[in-house]
T-cell receptor, first 111, second 109 residues
């Protein structure tokens, strides 16, 4: 069975500090991978997607970057956090033309 | 403009009442999905690419593609149904999901 794991579950970080959020998919090779973000009280929006290792497409510019160093791993990061980065981050995977499955998410508070 | 609009934005029910949630699209429908978002934020998929009417327990999804709308009916609501219900529209191949703003449902005992 396929599993998707996000880490950490929650983070409290200072403005200007770096951030790295991780997502790992097990049990499926070459999945499409996605990062989504939701500000508190806001709408979920897609940030990045990747269809293969080393290839990442940006959907929304939020001064964040994403990388796919391995087939089953998707990393979201930034060198300098902004207050506006606070919110809930979701990773998801899918096969083409199939419903995406989401991880449990990471709640980020930037102070 | 916003491609996916949900209504109402919030809804309060007494336990046992029924709920009707609406989702309207301003673009052509490729595929769509209904989700339940838990209070902690994680998503539960309820229906994927429903066309016509589909049932899952107390939930019924009705999608009319040519009218660019979908509805989610919850019958005999329970307090555990409280949370946010999201609909999302997918582009070709499903690479991009566009979410609506959600309906926040509160079911009181």
């Amino acid at each position: 069975a396929q599993t998707i794991h996000q880490w950490p579950v929650a983070e409290i970080k200072a403005v200007g500090s770096p951030l790295s959020l991780g997502c790992t998919i097990k049990g499926k090779s070459s999945p499409n991978l996605y990062w989504y973000w939701q500000a508190t009280g806001g709408t979920l929006q897609q940030l990045f997607y990747s269809i293969t290792v080393g290839q990442v497409e940006s959907v929304v510019q939020l001064n964040l970057s994403a990388s796919r160093p391995k087939d089953d791993q998707f990393i979201l990061s930034t060198e300098k956090l902004l207050l506006s980065h606070s919110g809930f981050y979701l990773c998801a995977w899918s096969l083409t033309n199939q419903a995406p499955l989401f991880g449990e998410g990471t709640r980020l508070s930037v102070l | 403009g916003q491609q996916v609009q949900q209504s109402p934005a919030s809804l309060v029910l007494q336990e046992g009442e029924n709920a009707e949630l609406q989702c309207n699209f301003s673009t052509s429908l490729n595929s769509m999905q209904w989700f339940y978002q838990r209070p902690g934020g994680s998503l539960v998929s309820l229906f994927y690419n429903p066309s016509g009417t589909k049932h899952s327990g107390r939930l019924t999804s009705t999608t009319v593609i040519k009218e660019r709308r979908s509805s989610l009916h919850i019958s005999s609501s329970q307090t555990t149904d409280s949370g946010t219900y999201l609909c999302a529209l997918a582009n070709n191949a499903g690479a991009k999901l566009t979410f609506g703003g959600g309906t926040r449902l509160t079911v009181r005992p």
